[in-house]
């Protein structure tokens, strides 16, 4: 029996420890409410905290709270572990210094400044080969050669979301915007329409970035026929590493921001020429929306490549979306079933603190 590395039930602090106020809000709000005086700074009030409670904290203050986004991927510039007790390298503000020494002790951790593995910050060579135009067809055909293909059987329901229509009533306001105004979005280009849906409604509400303020109309759709989409939401079973990974590149495309829209507009082109009649893809909402962290790692290495349960971690961690190719409803391959005015009374924000300096 060992009392010495397993995580124990013991309380070791509070929330009342901290001087961080950022620290001692998260403490409260994931410590234990117990009876006693804590065995640090001897407050009765405290919500107090295992080993455990400390560890998660340490993550998501230290870890969770000074990972950057960079153009692909994303990073944390602290990371901890037990092989870095005793031999910290962070230089806090002053009011926090005092707070991560407690940590240190209590969870028998050291922070340190953590250089992060490069394809964490998109250094992942087929999503550099997309970035280059000379490659970036070559990449294509290999996406649409490994991406499976999904049937969106006949009769399947999803939602469309407008913001301040002019004719609400008008089913046809659902339709993809015509060719005239195409080419602002994530997969539409100059030409060429889609239609973004998705059959998760919080998603359509979170995807064009609605507010209080705005005249929302929902409309339920439904395929008039068996759809072919290209799932690029699928997690590819591969070998390589991450620096190779195919599935690493397209994930990280589709969390990135509008400088990445020309590579995937370049992606739906290619699967409408190879008869697809659109796309499912990853929300960009996905990491807000599950609450998940971006890229995350265990010593390094991409929880989404090598976890034990791949495929669960992915779905948990997923939101998917739903692109059609051109006008569908003019050309009858989805009708619309109904229309409702929607109603925001609540637009949700959670969070969690990170330090200002290190
Ligand atoms: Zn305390």
Redesign the pocket.
């Known amino acids: 029996m060992s009392d010495v590395t397993e995580p124990t039930s013991q309380i070791l602090?509070?929330?009342?420890?901290f001087t961080d106020e950022g620290l001692r809000i998260d403490a409260a709000k994931h410590g234990l409410e117990q009876q006693g005086e804590?065995p640090?700074?001897?407050?009765p009030d405290?919500q107090k905290l295992t080993q455990e409670h400390i560890l998660d904290l340490a993550w998501r203050f230290f870890v969770s709270g000074t990972t950057v986004r960079s153009d692909y991927g994303a990073a944390p510039v602290i990371q901890f572990n037990e092989y870095h007790y005793g031999r910290s390298d962070i230089t806090p503000s002053a009011w926090l210094a005092n707070d991560m020494k407690l940590i240190e002790e209590a969870a028998k951790i050291g922070f340190f400044h953590y250089g992060p593995r490069l394809w964490m910050v998109g250094e992942v060579e087929p999503l550099k080969a997309l970035q280059d135009p000379a490659t970036r067809p070559q990449l294509i055909e290999r996406v649409l050669r490994e991406y499976p293909e999904i049937i969106f059987s006949k009769g399947r329901k999803f939602y469309r979301l407008r913001v301040n229509p002019d004719h609400p009533a008008n089913p046809f306001e659902y339709d993809s915007p015509p060719v005239a105004f195409a080419g602002r979005g994530r997969l539409d280009s100059p030409g060429f329409s889609v239609m973004y849906g998705s059959q998760d409604l919080d998603v359509c509400i979170h995807e064009c970035r609605a507010s209080t303020e705005d005249e929302l109309y929902v409309a339920t759709l439904q395929s008039q026929q068996d759809l072919k989409l290209l799932d690029l939401s699928y997690p590819l079973k591969e070998s390589e590493n991450e620096f190779e990974s195919l599935d690493m590149a397209i994930h990280m495309l589709f969390l990135a921001r509008s400088h990445s829209y020309e590579i995937a507009r370049d992606i739906a082109l290619a699967a409408k020429l190879a008869g697809f009649d659109g796309v499912i893809y990853p929300s960009f909402f996905s990491l807000i929306r599950t609450g998940s962290h971006p890229f995350e790692t265990v010593y390094g290495m991409s929880v989404r490549h090598y976890h034990q349960e791949r495929e669960k971690y992915v779905e948990a961690t997923t939101i998917r979306n739903l692109a059609l190719f051109g006008r569908p409803m003019e050309i009858g391959l989805v009708s619309v079933e109904c229309i409702n005015r929607l109603i925001l009374t609540q637009v949700g924000y959670r969070g969690h603190f990170g330090p200002v300096e290190y």
């Open positions: 602090l509070c929330s009342n420890c804590c640090n700074c001897q407050s405290g």
